[in-house]
């Protein structure tokens, strides 16, 4: 068995789009805003995002700011503005990062083919960064292409694994209250130190919450409330639903969100995101075949095994030579994952053609070849066979491509 | 190359010691207590631990409870327990488990060869649960070999990464103070709902910690305030500090600690956590080859290769001729990788000896080998295949064992 040669061009990251992209949801999302509050009928909510991307993630340990650290090969903010272009209905997301950052952050957008993105100069410090982006969007701006949104999201570039259904949920409860943020159970206490470091008392914990992005407010309340900001909050200030509360006296609604929703602080949580990655990717495997019609070929075999030793991952197969037609369509249903079972042809012709399909596709970035040439090996040990080809596609590791692997 | 054959009996998780055991530490362990505020003298600090790890682990999506959950095939509380068994200081490790989780506790203490473990029985909430631990401790218990310590250290089953040094300055502090904790920052900013679900305030994210373990105790300050603990504090109270300033006006003292006191809560953990394990397993490689006087051996060059190729990594060589005596050595400085390069003996009788070597020791679990059995393939791209040879050490997948690996 051997894995498919994989030039440096090719890294082992997910291509522009790891769910459905923007297209068959685009209506049902903005019939669900309107359903839950937003204007009814055919006008659309204006509605963009803010990611502030200026730290420099001194808590990582690492000296590359958190928001660029490669996730398989990809920096963290890809996969961040990947989850927030899914959502259609999102005009423009602005990202601010700092000035020495802002040509890797324009490398990122075109590698990557991030759509709908304008890049704003950060502030020394978050609340500033913001602040700055909101005036991009603000009216009156020269030369901007930009148009103020009637709600505007604000959302960190180091959560990458929301779902589109919490930034509608923040959106809906922003345009009835003005504004909202998602929040969390607390996972420690809380607890009040004393100037001489001891314990002054503890806060109830079922009685306050995380408070955790994504945030939307009407666009309006949120740009007064930075423009009345005194120094002080710009500087040390933490929390926007707290400018907002001070300032314009909105109480903003609270959204429970789910645990993916976590903020990539520490390296550990780099750990944590290449694993969930790993494992999204791995969900859906193709086999693809040099013919579909003998139903005792290997490719049938080993998809049956496949189906049956491992849980939760869907296994189709494909017959390469009706693929053509098919391939922008196995990509559009996320599959990352292709076996070549090559029975007629074992000098990898098949492979290439796959692989070619692929590079004239939309869809740029190629995932895990798993190439098995010699089916005489695989039909005696079977099951082997696929557990090995399911680490080799979960795992991902660029060190074994390449390798002949005899079971 | 091909990676040592492993069978069932022998998974790929770390032995009874992942630092260095007990002995060379306990010296200057108590020494430092002394110096630090424990009674001077020859008069050792009677220490105790009790580690709640009756949880059913709700938040984790999966039905194990959390701290049964296999991190590499070994249970994570084991990992704790681990750690907690490198501080020699600590007399008594008191495990609280529900009736239920019994026996599963007590067959993972005899596989990985627990010391100083004492089971008690659960109750229903967390509170309950340190509270029959702390009884088992006091005195005048029928039938227990258990006694009273001075103080005593409550940690969590599921944070397994923390250093004896913290244990060490929370119950230097506890010695000084009656109580003590450690404290992180806050990662994300707290806020309190209203009834209606709605921001009513947030929290100033500087001037509050987030409450994380180990915890020490005076054991009469902690056992007084259960003793006198109302009954809705032992069902809904989530803080063993608040109880001691609640019922004893002891005002612990709060000890800063480093990222890796982080909790096991949600399932991304369990995948740092794994990572972690992962990597502290990688750094030490020793490389076994039949000959150490020929300075042209490949186990050389390839020894050369690795610690260019890879940073952090600690290769050393070794000739197997002279391995029995250090075998033993090898184990306490926590290797646990072997790459056996045979150039004189290709039937693998040389990784048979290793491996019967490993087996007899007391280190009774065997972790990765990788057997290079082509010294002419390796010498020809000496650098790929020390990457291969670091994948396979890293991933330490169970399936790639047996495999042929041709660069």
Redesign the interface.
Known sequence: MEQGQRSGSRPAEPGPCLSSPCGADQAASVSLLSAAGAEPGSRTLAVAAVLPAGGCGE?M?VPTPKQFCPVLERPLISYTLQAMERACWIKDIIVVVTGENMEAMENIIKKYKHKRISLVEAGVTRHRSIFNGLKALADNQPNSRLSKPEVVIIHDAVRPFFEEDILLKVVTAAKE?G?A?A??P?????????AD???????E????????MPQAFLFDVIYEAYQQCSDYDLE?G??C??LA?KYCHI????VEGS??L??V?????L??????IKERLSQEICIVMDTKENKEHIGHLLEEVLKTELNHIHVRSQSLYNAGSDIQHINLEQCYNFICVNVKEPDFQETQKLMSMLEESNFSILYSIVVVSDEQKLQESLRQGA??I??LIK?R?S??IG?????
Chains 1, 2 share one sequence.
């Open positions: 808590r340990g209250h504004a943020g929040v969390r607390l996972v420690s206490t809380v607890i009040s130190p004393s470091g001891c314990l002054d008392h503890s806060l914990r079922a009685r306050h919450r995380a408070s955790e040390f933490t929390e639903l707290q509360l109480k903003a609604k609270l645990p993916d976590w903020k602080t520490y390296k550990r949580d750990y944590a995101a290449e694993s969930i557990i090995i399911a680490a795992e590791n060190a074994l390798q002949l692997l005899v079971a």
